[in-house]
Every structure is written in structure tokens, then in C-alpha cells.
């Protein structure tokens, strides 16, 4: 009947019920103003740094003069150049070595599930956080009063500065573990030893050892600096050939030195995929080589590879015969320990002085302490601290807006074309080749000394690291939002501005911040050859003996560095 109410239905509205509000997380909202006043701090130092188009245009005019004056590289003859690579790497292996040991106990006690309590652990997570927030250099100068000059301070403080970053991958390994073999273990009456030995090594054994020969490409490149506090090796030659402003030579030697690490490169990718089954990543350009050759080798022997049966693989599980694969880790293994000892036998060291190191460490402590400001003032010195923090933060906010172009441009689902994606990653592989303290002494001796330098080094060297997490992070995504947009015609770019980036854009936060950190320690180490901050006044601290203001500047860096790890560690954690 037309005009007649329609009956009300019993708990139903004529209105529709707004939608339910979820409610505010106050420590997102505190991580998003503290990201976003961290970006306009960024913003302001890099405006304050002076860096120009036009003042870099112009330089190229210094750059030119700079590489005629300095005319053909050279070399030095072949012995020396085979007992310098020797040399150099003898102490990065040994020192990596060093901190591969020590690093097992420390994680020990830093994972959670195998702590003997909370104090053990806050007492591992400490080591961890400190011995990688302390520089090398400032352990190096430490270790050269301790010891004689040579190889010896260079091991020490590589192997102490490393255990940081490995310890503390290592604790998180044990903590992801299968609790289970473990347990096994624990109920036949095992013992700690033993639970830990067969019960849990074996499940972060791979991992350990990769991140071991990842840690050991960052100390070759790192060791470069060391030399300019008297560490043996290649960057000891390399200074001492800038300091007597023979730049031929000492650009043969960075050549040197870069053909040196793409080598490593190649060789830690050619271990871990031969000895632990890891198949490269392209995250390297070792990586990159690896990939390729495993590739050929795979459509090579494709025709010819049959799948065992289940009862072929329980035999040769009980027989254990010596197949291809175990003969060639057990090679590996033992070309291990061969390089390992003669990487020590070459580093030739004075094995008395650990002996009689005990006797040096008061006299030692006693230079260091207490902390004294020198013949500066306390402004200039936390000038320079502000000025490294400036350094580190215009370098991040560079890097971060090219890694989005390189590094999306470098994704698989973002790239146009195959073409482009992979030369786009053959990019970040060669600029991740190039130490950043090499860098940084070329814009220094073409642009002079200052921050731009430093700036410039740290940013292009930051490119092939969060470029590439930018573009494995792209590649990550779930492509289901990707594929809805495009089935209703959205353009390329709308795709990408509204399913790829927001779901990458957490991890995006987390490298971004994981650069920062990263930058702040390299700032004080590129202000020892000149581009800035306050590795300036550590040098010449270091070089007049005033080591009480070393103590104060290592305090001050080493508050710095917690407390921006610690932010840093809030913010991914909120966004993660």
C-alpha cells in the first residue's frame, strides 16, 4: 500500500553507523615528529654546508689542473706491491679472525635464550654496542702506545671494533633458532657445552660465517684509514705518499687498493656460495660476479642432473660417502685455516709484546685520563661534534634522495625494462667498490679541505648501500595491490606511488636511519684526512700526544653514536 510506513527492523538504523575510529598509537605519532624533525634538521645543515652546483661546476676547472699536475699513475715495483696486499691483508684477516672468537662468547650472553640471566646479558649487549661505537682509529692509537708500530695495533683494534656488529648478528641468529635439537640435548643430560656446540652452532653456523666474511670486506676498507696513525699496510703507503704530495703514487696505491676489494668481494661470495650453499644476492659486486658464473654452470648441467629418491638420500645420509660437495668444503675448510695462519705468519708478529702488555696498560691509562680539552675550548670542540653530526646528516639526506631514484629504478617490479634494472645495479656495485676515504682525499685535494668533501664522499658512497636495501626492499613487496591498480588501468606511476612505495616504506625508514648511523661514525674518521668535524682536532690530538683530549673527544663521539643507535633502534621498532 503505497504511503504506508516501512516498519522499523529491530536493531537496525536508517542511518549508517560511522565507521569505528581506531584508536591513536601515541608512539607512532612521537616517531613520526621525531623522524620528521630529523629530515628538517637534515635539511637545514645541508642548506648551512655551503654545497652548490655551481661551486662543484667550478671546481672542475681545479680538477683538471689537479690531474695534470699529478700526470700517469704509478706503482710501486712487484715485490713490494705483492708484500703490501700481503701485508694488508694478513691484518684484516687476522683481526677479523680475532673478532670472530671473541664474538661468540659475547653473543652467548647477549641472546636472550641463552643468557645465564639479565645481568649476563646486559653486560653482552654493553660489549656489543660499545666496541662498535668506539672508532678504530681511536683503538689503533691505543693499541700503538700499548705495542710496537706495525701490524699488531691495527689486528687489535679491527678485531675489538668488529666484534660489535658481528656479536650482535649473531646473538640475533641464536635467538631465531629451533629450540628443539636443543631440548633434545638438554634431556639426555647434555650439558651447557654441548647444547651450545650441537644443539645450536649448527643452526647459526651459516649465518655466523657470512656475516664473518661480509665484516671482513668493511675492515679491508676501513683499514685504508688506519694507516694514517701508523697501521702497516697499504693506507700507511697511501698517506705518507699524500703527505708528501706525490700524487701519482699514492693514486696508484687507492687503485691498488680498489682492485684489492673488489677481489675480496668476489672471494667472500665465491665462499659463502661454494662452502654454505648461499646463493648470492646481488647485494655486492662479488655478488654480482658469483651469480653470473653459478648461473652458466647451471644451464650447463641442467640436461645431465637427476633428482635422487628417498632412499638414495637416507643412504648417502648414513654413509656419509665424500661427494663432490664434501670434498670441496672440506678444501674450503682447510684453505681457511691455511689462510688464516699464514695471514698471521705474514702480519709477523711480536708475539713478547702480549706476553708483556700488561706492564704497558697503567702507564697507557694513565695518558688517557682524565679527559681534558687541550689547548682548545670546549665550544670548539662540541662545535665539531655538532659539525660531524651536520656531516653525517646532509650526507644521509643526499644519499636517501638518489637511492630512490637509482634504487627504484634498480627494482624488478619498478625498473621499465631488464636493460634498465640491471644497469642500474651494475651502478651500485661500482659505487660500492670505491672506499669512501679515497674518495674524500680526491674532493679534498681538488676542492680543499672542509665539510663539502666529506659530504660529497659519504653521500656517493651511500648510494650503493641504501640504493640497493631500497631496491631489494621494492622487490619485497607483496605485488597483489600492485596487480589490483593495474587491472583498473592506473599508469605506471600510480602504481608505484600508491602500492609499491607504502609498503616499502618502513624498510625504506629503517635503512634510511641504519645509513645515519652508519654516516656518523664515517664522518669522524673522513675528518682525520680533512673533509670536516671533529676527526680533525682527534688527529691532531693524536699527533701531539694531548691524548686527554682524545679521551674527551671519544667520550663525546661515543654519546653521539648511542644516542642516535638508540633512536634510530626506537623508530624502525615503531614503524617496523
Known amino acids: 500500500m503505497t504511503g504506508s510506513p516501512i516498519p522499523a527492523v529491530a536493531g537496525r538504523s536508517d542511518t549508517a553507523a560511522p565507521a569505528p575510529r581506531h584508536p591513536v598509537a601515541l608512539d607512532r605519532v612521537a616517531a613520526g615528529i621525531s623522524l620528521t624533525a630529523l629530515v628538517v634538521v637534515a635539511i637545514v645543515a645541508l642548506g648551512n654546508s655551503g654545497i652548490s652546483i655551481t661551486s662543484f661546476?667550478?671546481?672542475?676547472?681545479?680538477?683538471?689542473?689537479?690531474?695534470h699536475r699529478v700526470g700517469a699513475l704509478t706503482f710501486p715495483d712487484l715485490p713490494e706491491t705483492v708484500h703490501l696486499v700481503g701485508l694488508t691483508v694478513g691484518l684484516v684477516l687476522t683481526g677479523t679472525l680475532l673478532a670472530a672468537v671473541l664474538s661468540v662468547p659475547v653473543a652467548y650472553l647477549a641472546a636472550s635464550n641463552t643468557t645465564p640471566g639479565p645481568g649476563w646479558?646486559?653486560?653482552?649487549?654493553?660489549?656489543?654496542?660499545?666496541?662498535?661505537?668506539?672508532?678504530?682509529?681511536?683503538?689503533?692509537?691505543?693499541?700503538?702506545?700499548?705495542f710496537s708500530l706495525g701490524t699488531l695495533p691495527g689486528i687489535c683494534a679491527i678485531g675489538i671494533h668488529s666484534v660489535g656488529m658481528i656479536s650482535k648478528l649473531f646473538a640475533d641468529a641464536i635467538e631465531q633458532i629451533d629450540e628443539g635439537p636443543r631440548r633434545a640435548i638438554r634431556a639426555v643430560g647434555g650439558s651447557t657445552v654441548q647444547q651450545f656446540v650441537s644443539g645450536i652452532l649448527p643452526q647459526v653456523l651459516p649465518s655466523w660465517v657470512a656475516t664473518v666474511l661480509h665484516r671482513n670486506d668493511i675492515n679491508l676498507r676501513g683499514s685504508v684509514v688506519l694507516g694514517y696513525v701508523g697501521v702497516a699496510g697499504l693506507g700507511l703507503a697511501m698517506s705518507q705518499s699524500f703527505q708528501e704530495l706525490a700524487y701519482g703514487e699514492g693514486l696508484g696505491y687507492a687503485v691498488i687498493i680498489f682492485a684489492l676489494c673488489v677481489v675480496m668481494e668476489i672471494v667472500s661470495s665465491t665462499v659463502r656460495s661454494s662452502m654454505l650453499g648461499i646463493v648470492p644476492t646481488r647485494r655486492t659486486m662479488g655478488d654480482w660476479v658469483v651469480r653470473t658464473v653459478i648461473r652458466g654452470r647451471a644451464a650447463a648441467t641442467t640436461s645431465t642432473t637427476t633428482v635422487p629418491s628417498r632412499s638414495a638420500e637416507l643412504a648417502t645420509a648414513l654413509r656419509r660417502p665424500w661427494t663432490r660437495e664434501r670434498i670441496r668444503n672440506t678444501v674450503w675448510l682447510w684453505l681457511a685455516v691455511v689462510i688464516?695462519?699464514?695471514?698471521?705468519?705474514v702480519c709477523d708478529i711480536q708475539w713478547g709484546d702480549i706476553l708483556t702488555v700488561w706492564a704497558h696498560i697503567p702507564e697507557t691509562a694513565a695518558k688517557f685520563w682524565p679527559p681534558s680539552w687541550g689547548a682548545y675550548d670546549a665550544g670548539i670542540i662540541f662545535g665539531a661534534v655538532g659539525q660531524t653530526i651536520a656531516i653525517a646528516l646532509s650526507a644521509t639526506l643526499l644519499s636517501l634522495v638518489l637511492s630512490?631514484?637509482?634504487?627504484?629504478?634498480?627494482a624488478r617490479n619498478v625498473a621499465p625494462s631488464p636493460v634498465v634494472r640491471h644497469t642500474f645495479r651494475f651502478v651500485l656495485l661500482i659505487i660500492r667498490g670505491i672506499p669512501e676515504l679515497i674518495l674524500a682525499i680526491l674532493l679534498i685535494i681538488i676542492s680543499g679541505l672542509g665539510p663539502q668533501a666529506g659530504i660529497i664522499a659519504l653521500a656517493f658512497g651511500g648510494i650503493g648501500l641504501l640504493g640497493k636495501l631500497i631496491a631489494d626492499s621494492l622487490e619485497e613487496v607483496n605485488p597483489g595491490p600492485e596487480r589490483a591498480l593495474r587491472a583498473t588501468g592506473a599508469s605506471r606511476w600510480q602504481v608505484f606511488s600508491s602500492a609499491t612505495v607504502p609498503q616499502g616504506a618502513p624498510a625504506m625508514i629503517g635503512h634510511s636511519l641504519y645509513l645515519l648511523d652508519t654516516n656518523l661514525r664515517a664522518a669522524t674518521i673522513l675528518g682525520i684526512v680533512g673533509g670536516g668535524g671533529v676527526g680533525y682536532y682527534l688527529l691532531n690530538a693524536s699527533q701531539a700526544s694531548v691524548y686527554q683530549l682524545v679521551t674527551s673527544i671519544t667520550l663525546l663521539t661515543l654519546v653521539t653514536v648511542v644516542v642516535v643507535e638508540a633512536l634510530a633502534v626506537w623508530i624502525r621498532r615503531v614503524f617496523r
Open 404 to 410: 630512490l631514484v637509482i634504487g627504484s629504478l634498480a
Open 57 to 67: 661546476f667550478d671546481s672542475q676547472d681545479n680538477a683538471a689542473r689537479f690531474f
Open 121 to 146: 646479558r646486559a653486560v653482552g649487549r654493553f660489549i656489543s654496542v660499545m666496541t662498535r661505537a668506539v672508532p678504530d682509529v681511536v683503538l689503533a692509537m691505543v693499541f700503538a702506545l700499548i
Open 340 to 345: 688464516a695462519i699464514g695471514g698471521v705468519l
